[in-house]
């Protein structure tokens, strides 16, 4: 409620073709004070991906020096490809009293989670594997690839229990909602509230 | 997910004339599946109230003899007047899997947390103590009257630290939507997932 309050973290996981793109993307169009934190990688652009603004893309040198300076608030090898969330960018904009929104893969989750442990995760669940083994096939990943990546998800979602929230991908529009509403929500929490200005405010003659 | 998990019971609290019953109808109104409990009261029904959908409207004589039978989950003597939740009604509702809608005063919100420490606990805050009092002047309640309630609400709020949540009702649709959030949003809380429908249908070949 004051712009003194320190900003909020949220982490949007998922396994890889849960459709958490889409949703954060739609989620950071709803919130316009909600900040997207942009991540470092080595994979190629994929089409309509912006330098910027979807990721930095940099190539494996100029991550490696990143990583020795300590740049990365979590760094993980993903399908070949490393992917790192800077450190700097994202405490400086929680202290600024900016809400941060962090679309990552649970490996990076649950890193992020062990330094930032007052952060809000949610899990985005495809609504069965079934499904997401489809949204792989239509992307037109191979059929070993696919195999690959259906192996790890379920050791993935095995980590579930370490989210906050679990919303499940069925209808798009219903998951973008509940996305939207878990926000909300946490914004509303008592131990968000800015107790000195509700004191000031309601407690004082 | 799943309809044998246990209903979740919210508890809307507020002072009076934060607007508290204007939001929980649209809540019930926006949410079909969140059940209102329906309270005893020995007060008169006010221009408009509906007996047994705002409340059971019973003399203090069928009050004392339910209290007397320990039916109520709570109860408590507000400006004169008793107050009373059905306890029995409350529990056969969450234990068939259905979400409950109390709206309290926050004396018997406290009570109610003792025995229902899982419940969602939500505090509507009006946008300040001088917009609080112009309702109740607005009302047309009696000076001394105003004075004695402005007393107690002062008191009230020091419990505000006991609530999950705080709405303040400065903009009703704002704060109908931030009351819709919380719903939502709790609605997908890891603690509330139906872990074996999940296990059954992603962790199992």
């Known amino acids: 409620m004051a712009v003194e309050q320190r900003g909020v973290l949220f982490v949007v996981s998922a396994p890889s073709g849960a459709g958490k793109t889409t949703l954060c993307k739609?989620?950071?169009?709803?919130?316009?004070?909600?900040?997207?934190?942009?991540?470092?990688?080595?994979?190629?652009?994929r089409p309509g991906?912006?330098?910027?603004?979807?990721?930095?893309?940099?190539?494996?040198?100029?991550?490696?020096?990143?990583?020795?300076?300590?740049?990365?608030?979590?760094?993980?090898?993903?399908?070949?490809?490393?992917y790192g969330t800077p450190r700097q960018a994202l405490t400086?904009?929680?202290?600024?009293?900016?809400?941060v929104l962090l679309e990552i893969d649970p490996?990076?989750?649950?890193?992020i989670k062990k330094k930032f442990s007052d952060g809000v995760y949610i899990y985005i669940l495809p609504p069965s594997i079934?499904?997401?083994?489809?949204?792989?096939?239509?992307?037109?990943?191979?059929?070993?690839?696919?195999?690959?990546r259906m192996q790890k998800i379920r050791q993935e979602i095995l980590s579930y229990r370490e989210y906050d929230?679990?919303?499940?991908?069925?209808n798009l529009a219903q998951a973008s909602q509940q996305l939207l509403a878990i926000v909300h929500?946490?914004?509303?929490?008592?131990?968000?509230?800015?107790?000195?200005?509700?004191?000031?405010?309601?407690?004082?003659?």
Chains 1, 2 share one sequence.
Request: proline share 4%; glycine share 4%; aromatic share 8%.
């Open 107 to 111: 490996t990076g989750a649950m890193q």
């Open 165 to 170: 929230y679990i919303v499940r991908n069925e």
């Open 130 to 148: 079934e499904a997401l083994k489809a949204r792989l096939t239509q992307r037109g990943d191979a059929p070993d690839e696919i195999q690959r």
């Open 49 to 82: 991906e912006i330098p910027g603004q979807d990721y930095y893309f940099v190539d494996e040198a100029v991550f490696q020096a990143m990583a020795d300076r300590n740049d990365f608030a979590e760094s993980a090898r993903v399908y070949d490809q490393l």
């Open 92 to 99: 400086d904009m929680m202290e600024q009293g900016q809400d």
């Open 185 to 205: 929500a946490e914004r509303a929490k008592m131990k968000r509230i800015d107790i000195t200005w509700l004191e000031h405010n309601f407690l004082t003659e």
């Open 26 to 45: 739609g989620l950071v169009a709803a919130v316009p004070d909600l900040h997207p934190s942009v991540s470092y990688t080595t994979r190629q652009p």
